[in-house]
């Protein structure tokens, strides 16, 4: 395995791949092309996002989210800007989608060029169009941050793969745990996105490259690194929250802060319910290939193993289990029987279309949900001054509350969404 010592080697990738850049950039461009045209319009708590910035920013803070308050006085993104917050998303996502591109080449010898090739292509517009990422990203505010976390997620899972199998590099060590750090205190679910990729790298060296007398060692080395980030990661969430807890009183906490208020039992049913509509897609935002992809990578995992003929193989096993539980993409890192080629092809592009199809319709949903409540938010601008005219002298002090709570957000809506794309307060 090469070690990515300076940007060139990546440079040298994406030049030599020009075409798959071109793909994934027009599959990020259709996928969320609709989001960017509609950016103005007004979705879930957004418009206590541009009327109480500094607000909502400490909400996060209060659940522990000190990677995405980083990202987003470091990148000055902590204003409501959607279109700029679209666009710093879908190029961060093109570039993660590439550097994961990268790191499956630098970890396949040449001999395997053509089943990596195949995989980026696949993994590309699969990862990319994937519904439950276009639900993700409906929450403009963060959608920049969450992208970067996905990247930090890869670079730190390459860090660490890289230390694993070349000792005594300790800098790689670090790298890796510093973005760990930074991508968990992001978002909480970037910690399984991490231990998928974590895995996937290391099911592509068993499998393609040279064999090794320390696979122990090196699972060793990737489990103990990885407690250590996850117990960095809630031991620093928790000091941010004692040090910056007098800020934390806001709008939107009753709404975001609704762990720890469930029972044990409550949280295996949801956990159970979810699993359920995972694997079996009953909410669109799932996709449905991912069941048949799943078997699909269980069963060439085990004949892909065998075949290595490797040792310790129980930890291989053990790997694609972990695997087999977060995704089911790189079942194509273990297609190599030429008969399965069309049917297998056939059925990929069938989920491709069908996840931009589903991603798609999803964004015009949510489109003409805020259509409708920036015309329910008119109609409440206009009675709502149609009552406080009506009102004269003493009588007028009933709506003082009206003034200081909803009528802000109202003009916020209708401001925004008529005055391209600027606000005020009336």
């Avoid at 500094?54 to 989210?65: H, I, V």
């Avoid at 570039?95 to 040449?110: E, R």
């Avoid at 273990?334 to 798609?360: E, K, M």
């Avoid at 259509?371 to 938010?377: F, G, I, P, S």
């Amino acid at each position: 395995m090469k070690e990515l010592t300076d940007m060139r080697e990546f440079a040298g990738f994406i030049r030599r791949n020009s075409w798959l850049v071109i793909f994934t950039v027009l599959t990020a461009a259709v996928v969320y092309g609709a989001y960017l045209i509609h950016g103005g319009d007004i979705l879930t708590d957004a418009e206590t996002y541009i009327v109480y910035q500094e607000d909502s920013l400490a909400t996060f803070e209060r659940a522990g989210r000190y990677g995405l308050y980083m990202a987003k006085k470091l990148f000055s993104t902590n204003t409501y800007m959607p279109e700029a917050f679209l666009c710093y998303m879908m190029i961060v996502m093109c570039i993660a989608s590439l550097f994961f591109d990268f790191c499956i080449h630098d970890i396949m010898p040449a001999g395997h060029g053509k089943e990596a090739d195949i995989f980026s292509w696949v993994f590309n517009g699969l990862f990319i169009s994937c519904p439950v990422l276009v639900h993700q990203f409906y929450f403009y505010y963060q959608a920049f941050e969450v992208a970067l976390g996905f990247f930090l997620g890869i670079l730190g899972a390459y860090a660490v793969h890289i230390w694993a199998y070349k000792k005594g590099k300790a800098p790689w060590a670090f790298l890796g745990f510093a973005c760990m750090l930074w991508s968990f205190g992001i978002y909480q679910v970037l910690v399984p996105f991490y231990i998928a990729v974590n895995v996937a790298f290391y099911l592509a060296d068993y499998l393609y490259g040279e064999k090794r007398e320390d696979y122990f060692l090196v699972c060793v080395k990737l489990t103990g690194i990885f407690l250590a980030g996850l117990c960095g990661y809630l031991l620093l969430s928790k000091l941010w929250v004692l040090v910056r807890y007098h800020k934390f009183m806001t709008l939107l906490a009753d709404n975001y802060m609704g762990w720890g208020r469930f029972s044990f039992t409550d949280c295996l049913r949801l956990i159970k319910r979810d699993l359920w509509n995972v694997i079996f897609s009953q909410v669109p935002a799932f996709s449905r290939g991912y069941l048949f992809l799943t078997v699909l990578f269980v069963a060439l995992a085990w004949q892909g193993g065998k075949r290595a003929g490797k040792k310790q193989f129980y930890l291989y096993l053990m790997a694609t289990a972990v695997f087999a539980a977060c995704a089911g993409f790189a079942a194509m890192l273990l297609w190599d029987r030429r008969r399965l080629f069309y049917p297998l092809a056939g059925v990929l592009l069938f989920l491709f279309c069908d996840q931009i199809s589903i991603s798609n319709r999803y964004e015009q949903m949510i489109h003409f949900v805020a259509k409708a409540d920036r015309e329910m938010a008119g109609a409440i601008y206009q009675q709502a001054r149609k009552l406080s005219l009506d009102s004269v002298g003493g009588g007028g002090r009933h709506y003082r509350h009206f003034y200081r709570t909803v009528y802000p957000q109202v003009s916020c809506i209708l401001s925004w969404t008529g005055g391209c794309g600027r606000y005020f307060i009336l």
